[in-house]
């Protein structure tokens, strides 16, 4: 038997690796020139994708004691600055501990549906919960919650909460309490340790951009060719895994590297209806000093502040690296800026949260990093998200297809949650487990 892997990601990493341990060679084809996927640790040991371990999640631990990766626990807490009252803006904001945030979120959170008769946004969800709230008297306190979640759920989730189903996040609380998500940690040789580890004496093809995979006859027949557009020598195999990003499934923006099934997978359509791949802007702004330290400390942690336009900060373990981030629609539209424009507004955002002068932030600023992962033509998005209705229709995505067909990555369903390093590793070794039994 022949196996496949499409994508050196770490759900594709992670079955291949899965497989070899139970004696099956299988080879990765991969369309980018770097392993990784949407982990991408920079030459400056900065990341550009995946940052965080949330919580305790045992796919990723695992790996950390047997790899013997050192890792950091961030501190600094959480902060929020308030821009004024009652639409009264002050010239710069309120910064205050927030040693609650997690309790107060928690507020909004506890109160969504597990198990609903039929699902819904999670902004119907906010809708109903802030009409309720009016009418208990109780507005201002509320609607700062609200507002909390909001953009949560934007940022974190990288979600248009008009579409996310409230139900998949109500699993996804009830499993995050399980995983302690509230705690975040760095792995401190960068998350590429990870990966270098889980690629270790696997066999990986660089630079070949599946375009076609031909399946429902004896054997899977996969066409490629180089990111510029050369032919390559067509792959045949008896079984294929697919980790290819959900953005590029759905032929999101720029088609000119999409792949053609033949014929459709009915399973794969049905998942794509209910499937969406979020949005994120993540810019590490690289200063001589802190100039933070006017307002709050040297290592913060995480600052948020909803209303702005980049709406949460955090340090990273270099003290003088800021990353700006924002998430959901806002994140998508803006994506489409240049980077000398993102890191402008970043910078100026930033600064009328401490109260400093654009021109003064930029002059202390020494670099940029940046990755558009929602123009990357191999991404096409940051992370995945279910669509209202979407729960059951998520678990059809991991089933294989003719048994020749197995579709993992981080949207893959096998836990409650979508969009998680975690999540990918254990959809990809849920594929390889499928590929194994049906020998």
């Known amino acids: 038997m022949k196996v496949v892997v499409v994508g050196a990601g770490v759900a594709g990493l992670a079955a291949a690796r899965f497989l070899a341990s139970r004696g099956v060679k299988a080879g990765i084809v991969e369309a ?3 392993i990784g996927g949407r982990i991408y640790t920079s030459d400056r040991g900065v990341e550009l994708g995946a940052e965080f371990i949330h919580g305790r999640p045992p796919e990723i631990w695992n790996i950390v004691s047997r790899a013997g990766l050192e890792t950091e626990e961030v501190d600094g807490g959480h902060w929020f600055a308030h821009n004024g009252r009652c639409g009264q803006r002050a010239q710069k904001a309120e910064i205050e501990p927030q040693n609650d945030f997690w309790k107060i979120l928690g507020q909004v959170m506890a109160l969504m549906n597990p198990n609903p008769e039929k699902d819904r946004s999670f902004a119907e969800f906010l809708d109903a919960l802030g009409t309720a709230s009016g009418r208990s008297g109780n507005d201002q306190s509320a609607l700062e919650r609200i507002a909390l979640a909001r953009s949560f759920v934007e940022g974190f989730h990288a979600a248009d909460t008009a579409h996310i189903s409230e139900k998949s996040l109500a699993l996804g609380e009830r499993k995050s309490e399980e995983l302690e998500r509230g ?15 889980l690629a270790s004496g696997i066999p990986i093809r660089l630079n070949s951009v599946v375009r076609e995979i031909t399946w429902d006859k004896p054997h899977v ?4 060719e180089t990111p510029d557009g050369r032919p390559l020598p067509s792959v ?8 290819i990003p959900i953005g590029v499934l759905k032929k999101r923006g720029d088609q000119s590297y999409s792949v053609t099934f033949r014929p459709e997978p009915t399973v794969l359509s049905e998942a794509l209806r209910y499937l969406e791949s979020g949005s994120v802007l993540k810019l590490l702004l690289r200063f001589r000093e802190a100039p933070w330290e ?31 981030w924002l998430g959901g629609p806002k994140a998508q539209a803006m994506s489409l800026l240049s980077e000398q424009e993102l890191a402008s507004r970043a910078i100026r955002s930033f600064g009328r949260v401490l109260g400093l002068a654009e021109e003064r932030l930029a002059s ?9 992962w929602e123009q990357d033509p191999f991404a096409r998005g940051a992370y995945s998200y279910v669509k209202v209705g979407g729960v059951e229709a998520l678990k059809e995505f991991s089933r294989p297809v003719n048994n020749q067909l197995f579709f993992a990555g981080e949207a893959g369903g096998i836990s409650a949650e979508t969009g998680t390093v975690d999540g990918a590793i254990a959809s990809g070794e849920h594929a390889a487990k499928a590929v194994i039994d049906s020998f």
């Open 236 to 243: 045949e195999a008896d079984r294929v895994i697919i980790t």
């Open 221 to 224: 027949s996969l066409k490629a």
């Open 32 to 34: 980018r020139g770097r």
């Open 364 to 372: 202390m600023l020494t670099g940029v990093s940046f990755h558009n």
């Open 294 to 324: 006017v307002r709050i400390p040297r290592r913060f942690g995480f600052l948020h502040q909803p209303e702005a336009e980049f709406p949460t900060w955090w340090n990273s373990m270099d003290e003088s690296l800021l990353v700006a």
């Open 183 to 197: 705690r975040a940690f760095r792995l401190k040789e960068g998350y590429m340790a990870l990966v270098r580890w």
